[in-house]
């Protein structure tokens, strides 16, 4: 069974500019979630999402924007980048929303 | 707000050692508690998953164990090899849904 899959899994921008990640979950696992991992911060949540709804969202500004499309597969848009911004984004699936977590193996974000 | 701790932040061991990673958390009322490791640079890998009612689960030489009275979780890990060499990370679920609260990370390097 694949597991989860991220795409890129590197991006440069710079700032100002806006970017788009996308997270295919396990077959089967209907509830994302995203996290943003810096070396200050650590892991952070940033939202989840279940059968196309959100249902928690962590403390980021509203620049950080996610959807959930009707075949589980999510995506996250960052607009106006900041350097602030650089940081490893994972995401994670299970099959219910309180079962197991998953991870993918990221997507490395450098805002120039 | 729920904290979580992870004690020590770095440890370094020869191989073959029996080791125990230490994980706490101020706010008892949590779902579930998982562990996973991170290799440098990837995402998460999913060791172990503790629901609230269990007192501990293993599997192979990983033996996790649960206390939600004293907030504290220990994850064992017998016989290390350098390949186990990895950040290990604690992270609780506090109700029913996907966020995750993380602990900063024990370091571990397993020396041939």
């Known amino acids: 069974k694949a597991g989860v899959t991220q795409t890129p899994r590197y991006l440069i921008k710079t700032r100002g500019q806006q970017v788009t990640l996308s997270c295919s979950p396990i077959s089967g696992h209907r509830s994302v979630s995203w996290y943003q991992q810096t070396p200050g911060q650590g892991l952070q949540f940033l939202f989840e999402y279940f059968s196309e709804t959100q249902r928690n969202k962590g403390n980021f500004p509203g620049r950080f924007s996610g959807r959930q499309f009707s075949n589980s597969r999510s995506e996250m848009n960052v607009s106006t980048l900041e350097l602030g911004d650089s940081a490893l984004y994972l995401c994670a699936s299970s099959l219910i929303p309180d079962g197991e977590q998953f991870f993918g193996p990221g997507t490395r974000l450098t805002v120039l | 707000k729920q904290e979580v701790t992870q004690i020590p932040a770095a440890l370094s061991v020869p191989e073959g050692e029996n080791l125990v990673l230490n994980c706490s958390f101020t706010d008892s009322a949590i779902y579930n508690l998982q562990w996973f490791r991170q290799d440098p640079g990837k995402g998460l890998t999913s060791l172990l998953l503790?629901?609230?009612?269990?007192r501990e689960q293993t599997s192979g030489r990983l033996n996790a164990s649960l206390d939600k009275s004293s907030g504290r979780s220990t994850l064992y890990i017998a016989a290390s090899q350098p390949g186990d060499s990895a950040t290990y990370l604690c992270a609780v679920q506090e109700t029913s849904g996907s966020r995750l609260t993380f602990g900063e990370g024990t370091q571990l390097t397993v020396n041939p």
């Open positions: 503790i629901q609230s009612s269990q």
